[in-house]
């Protein structure tokens, strides 16, 4: 199982341990991965053996106040002025035509690619990419279940999902490739950056480690560093975001600040305080919208600095 893949099942099993999912639900979600019954109880209690919250405190933190999971009391962050983001297809690698979802800047600073989340291309990421557009960033998210069909191909988000834990990372690194070339066409002469969610964030990372020199800058959210990751090739600076009570993405977090350090290149952390993982979706049971509208800022605020 590859290192992203493994990451999908832990999710899914840490969703049951925290109690967003039941047994019986969760074991399926496994079984569409391709886990076999024995395999998928032993990680479930693997995970709840593990299930310790994150703590401390890291320079840069804030109090994420309200209750994860609470229904919001205000829009979402970015919300006010986002464009509407519209479907669009674009050649991808080998001749394959991929799908996403492109929102235009009046006057765009700079690009921002948006890589979305274990579920696919989802309303929550359309708007992400508009709220960059509002705040002068053109956008384009790439649907990594193109050549399935699309996300919306899936009348099953959990079918989704498990399509994804089945695509080779070589291929999820090809398609964003051609997702940062689209959008550079799609900006000329301007910077470009890269956000993800989660297994997206996994896959900032992940391009980072490719080099993908076309990338001034990249804000990783809460997204699992690569083991062995060298960032050395890359060009971006990066901001990474987390959340605090995330353990277990949190436990990688040493290992990206090291090769950041390593490589030299622009960065900073954010650990929002009080937050779990998955904390900026608005969609989702973990959402703290003190620590979503906080992360928002700064990452206009590093945008601003490294796209213009």
């Not at 899936?154 to 090809?174: E, N, S, Y």
């Amino acid at each position: 199982m590859e290192p992203l893949q493994r990451y999908i099942a832990e999710e899914i099993a840490y969703d049951h341990v925290d109690g967003l999912l039941g047994r019986r639900e969760a074991l399926r979600r496994l079984g569409l991965l391709g886990l076999s019954a024995p395999a998928a109880v032993a990680l479930l209690a693997a995970c709840s053996d593990d299930s310790g919250s994150g703590s401390g405190s890291t320079t840069g933190s804030v109090a994420a106040s309200g209750t994860s999971g609470a229904a919001p009391t205000s829009a979402p962050p970015g919300s006010a002025g986002a464009v509407p983001a519209e479907p669009v297809t674009f050649a991808g690698p080998e001749g394959r035509t991929l799908h996403g979802a492109w929102a235009a800047a009046k006057q765009p600073r700079g690009g921002v690619l948006v890589i979305h989340e274990n579920t696919g291309l989802t309303d929550h990421i359309r708007s992400v990419t508009g709220r960059f557009a509002g705040i002068g960033y053109s956008a384009l998210a790439v649907d990594l279940l193109s050549e399935e069909g699309g996300t919306t191909s899936f009348t099953d988000p959990a079918a989704a999902t498990a399509a994804l834990g089945k695509i080779p990372q070589d291929r999820f690194v090809a398609d964003l490739r051609a997702g940062v070339a689209e959008l550079g066409k799609r900006v000329p002469g301007k910077k470009l950056g890269a956000t993800g969610f989660c297994f997206g964030g996994g896959l900032v990372w992940l391009l980072l480690a490719h080099g993908t020199p076309e990338l001034a800058a990249a804000t990783p959210f809460y997204g699992p560093f690569p083991d062995g990751g060298d960032l050395s090739q890359a060009k971006a600076a990066v901001l990474a975001v987390y959340g605090a009570l995330d353990a277990r993405v949190g436990a990688t977090r040493p290992a990206a600040v090291a090769a950041l350090e390593k490589a030299g290149l622009p960065h900073d952390v954010f650990v929002a305080d009080g937050a779990d993982h998955a904390f900026f979706n608005d969609t989702g049971a973990r959402y703290n919208p003190a620590g979503a509208a906080e992360a928002w800022h700064r990452v206009g605020d590093w945008y601003g600095k490294y796209l213009g």
